[in-house]
């Protein structure tokens, strides 16, 4: 199994669209994947996100309408985003860029029946979403 290693498809086009609020990704494999800002934004790799380990992550809500406002590259391996929230410490290499891609839809009914099972709305504000941040239950 290749791991992170040159097999790893590069992108060779990357373009934000602020309008439709999607990332456009082209992969040196031929690979083209769409994905939303949204999603980008609920899956962020960041330590803020996905917590310190497995069952530690915090469900993110109220990100329907986040834009990028900034995407910085970060060496040749990664991209860094600034989300129209404030959120921009995610890093998101081009292995973590084309999993999104290609689990997409996978990923998106993973989201919602993580909200359906909290029983909060998508467009619920996170403070809203209260509740324990390692959302175990004691």
């Known amino acids: 199994m290749a ?3 040159s097999d790893t498809p590069t992108p060779t086009s990357l373009t934000v669209h602020q309008q439709s609020r999607v990332l456009e990704i082209a992969f040196s494999d031929g690979a083209q994947f769409r994905l939303p800002f ?6 962020s790799p960041s330590a803020e996100v996905q917590g310190h380990g ?3 992550e915090v469900l993110q809500t109220g990100k329907r309408n986040v834009e990028i406002v900034e995407l910085e590259p970060v060496g040749n391996y990664a991209v860094q985003p600034t989300f129209s929230d404030g959120h921009s410490s995610g890093l998101y ?10 689990q997409q839809a996978a990923l998106w009914r993973a989201y919602e029946a993580r ?8 467009d619920a504000s996170m403070a809203e979403a209260g509740g324990s941040a390692c959302g175990h239950h004691h």
Request: glycine fraction near 14%; charge should be negative; charged fraction near 15%.
């Open 38 to 43: 949204e999603l980008l934004r609920v899956y």
């Open 54 to 56: 497995p069952g530690q």
């Open 115 to 122: 909200l359906a099972a909290a029983g909060v709305d998508r």
């Open 3 to 5: 791991g992170l290693t």
């Open 93 to 102: 290499a081009w292995d973590y860029l084309y999993h999104l891609g290609v």
